[in-house]
């Protein structure tokens, strides 16, 4: 189990307005001892989803893939999306960040509707994508791959320490920052492509198939990234083939079979029910 962020405190990046982390306003460090989001506390109102879906449909040719998917991620989660291949989960994610056009059902983001929306307009109010496979530029830089992130963010200075705290984040990347991204092993090329995600300062941030081609070693790591992203305040969805390591660090989970939620709650309970531990842990 993960349980502590790479390399010590998630850095914070201090700007005009006096915000920290990622220069993303909001952004703080979850206080372990502090109910987790959307709990009850203090008598204040239930927060509001920052992510909704509801009876979403996809096809691919005609083919249904996903068969009225419905979820809600609260703001500050970390909600692990698992199943085995083929369940649909990078097709939801995928549709989430506007790269594929839903046949029917609405996904809402901070009250507003952007189903079908293109993903050049779902970026710029905060989803930011980590595809599977990482997808980074095989002959530019580290830093320049990151600095694609950005790309949308017309502050040089902001974007100067948006870099600093990414590789402040993922040390490793600091000493890669002029190699070419095909020159880095699996694992640092994940870190990469997380990092190069969260240069668009995301307020909520879509991983796709975190573990994908690496060694057990380096998951760990690539695990405890996410942990530290969340810590830091920022919303994850993280979808993942390995159902024990995502739920371990997760909040809440759903679970997708062919095109369908079969089971969602506390991560835990998810953990404990007899039918993912027969399903998907072996036990």
Do not use: W
């Amino acid at each position: 189990m993960v349980d502590a962020p790479v390399g010590g405190p998630l850095p914070t990046v201090a700007n005009g307005a006096g915000q920290a982390v990622l220069d993303r306003p909001g952004a703080g460090r979850t206080d372990a001892a502090s109910p987790r989001p959307g709990a009850a506390g203090g008598g204040s109102a239930p927060a509001a989803a920052l992510l909704e879906v509801e009876g979403l449909v996809c096809r691919y040719d005609q083919i249904p893939v996903l068969h009225g998917v419905s979820l809600r991620v609260m703001p500050g989660e970390l909600v692990a999306m698992v199943g085995a291949n083929g369940a649909g989960k990078s097709t939801l994610l995928r549709t989430i960040a506007g790269l594929m056009t839903p046949v029917a059902g609405t996904i809402r983001f901070a009250g507003e509707s952007i189903g079908g929306e293109p993903a050049h307009r779902v970026l710029p109010r905060g989803i930011s994508y980590v595809p599977e496979g990482r997808r980074l530029f095989p002959k530019l830089t580290v830093r320049e791959n990151l600095e694609l992130g950005a790309y949308a963010c017309p502050d040089r200075q902001a974007v100067e320490q948006r870099l600093a705290a990414m590789m402040e984040l993922f040390p490793i990347l600091r000493e890669r920052a002029d190699q070419t991204a095909e020159t880095m092993s699996g694992g640092e090329q994940q870190m990469c492509a997380i990092a190069r995600g969260l240069m668009s300062a995301p307020r909520l941030l879509l991983i796709d198939e975190l573990s994908l081609g690496l060694m057990p070693a380096m998951v760990e790591k690539v695990l405890a990234a996410v942990v530290a992203v969340r810590q830091a305040g920022t919303t994850v969805v993280l979808v993942e083939q390995m159902v024990q390591e995502a739920l371990e660090i997760a909040d809440r989970g759903y679970v997708l079979q062919v095109g369908r939620v079969v089971a969602e709650g506390a991560a835990r309970d998810l953990l404990a029910a007899p039918e993912v531990r027969r399903a998907y842990l072996g036990l």
